[in-house]
């Protein structure tokens, strides 16, 4: 648990995305169909469809409220403030709007924000926060909603569910930055907007193990424990890449990371450290990986390598394999 200078706003503050709109280069704004828009999920989804312009710029229309207790005027805050921010990963975006107040008591708040398609690559994380100046210091945050939203430039679904992307590729025929890996029979890629899988045509075999569906035999036992092996590289792999540019507050504590880097590690920090909170659990990575912890980076790989099997049945898949080598061998022997 973090332990803040200065009084913070307990209670809960509510806020939801109502509406949204399209504008495409000289044409008047559109409303964004209901269908692409999911309370539930939390998601705008605004991707390339068939059923709306070549949009440039898309309108959000906010709503939020806050407690009764951020505004007393007897209370620790002054000039109490409401924000929300867009920020997207890939491209470094972060746009904020601050809220006004249209009730009497300030406490019900709208905004707009505005958003262009030109600085979105992928999906942006949308946030409300509470500022306000505490001690005389102006600009503190003093509270920030649970409640997260996603604006998705690439999907025409709102769905918070992101498939592993998975290509077999020819390795030798490929971008270069694939041709020197042409003996390796696959590689994961968490560059993109998406963890991928590049499975290597040229690996002798390889293609047509992997594209089987069903059966049984020595064909299906290898298959799946190829599969296994092999999200469990994924699963290292996307770790690895989701704590690597780990962001922290001012006094060092990390903070989770939005998209699937922050899934990954809500996923795999419990198998980790089954005994921590996952904050917690998290602050032992970041220790680890600047250094700042006695067990240091290499004992942490262990407990990596623990949890990415775990996730991917390893284990269950090997004790299966055996099982059936062991039945194969006999019905040989017979």
């Known amino acids: 648990m973090k332990v803040y200078p200065y009084r913070r706003l307990t209670g809960n503050v509510s806020w939801r995305v109502d509406s949204a709109q399209l504008k495409a280069e000289g044409e008047p704004w559109e409303d964004v169909e209901s269908k692409y828009l999911s309370t539930v999920e939390r998601v705008v989804a605004l991707g390339p469809d068939e059923d709306r312009p070549d949009w440039t710029q898309a309108r959000l229309r906010l709503s939020a409220g806050l407690p009764a207790k951020a505004l007393d005027p007897s209370g620790p805050w002054q000039d109490v403030k409401l924000v929300a921010v867009l920020a997207e990963r890939a491209t470094n975006t972060r746009t904020t ?4 107040a249209v009730s009497a008591d300030g406490r019900e708040r709208t905004a707009e924000l505005y958003v262009h398609r030109c600085d979105l690559l992928d999906r942006a994380s949308l946030t409300v926060h509470v500022v306000a100046t505490v001690d005389g210091v102006p600009g503190r945050v003093i509270a920030t909603s649970d409640v997260e939203w996603f604006v998705d430039v690439i999907e025409t679904v709102p769905s918070l569910a992101r498939e592993l992307e998975v290509r077999m590729v020819n390795f030798a025929a490929g971008a270069s930055r694939l041709q020197r890996y042409k003996d390796s029979p696959w590689l994961v890629d968490t560059t993109g907007r ?12 390889l293609g047509d193990l992997m594209g089987a569906d069903g059966g049984t035999g020595p064909e299906a036992t290898v298959r799946e424990l190829l599969l296994a092996q092999m999200c469990s590289e994924v699963w290292t792999a996307v770790f690895h890449s989701a704590v690597g540019d780990l962001e922290a507050e001012e006094d060092g504590t990390p903070v989770f990371p939005h998209g699937w880097q922050g899934e990954v590690l809500r996923e795999m920090l419990p198998d980790m450290y089954a005994d921590r909170e996952p904050e917690q659990a998290l602050r032992a990575v970041h220790a680890a990986r600047t250094g700042s912890s006695a067990t240091g980076w290499g004992e942490l790989q262990s407990r990596i390598h623990f949890a990415a099997s ?5 284990p269950r898949t090997l004790s299966t394999t055996i099982r059936d080598l062991e039945r194969l061998a006999q019905g040989d022997d017979a």
């Not at 709007?97 to 006004?100: C, I, M, N, P, T």
């Open 310 to 314: 775990r996730r991917a049945g390893v």
């Open 97 to 100: 709007v601050e809220f006004a």
């Open 194 to 205: 998406i963890p991928a899988v590049r499975v290597n045509t040229d690996f002798d075999g």
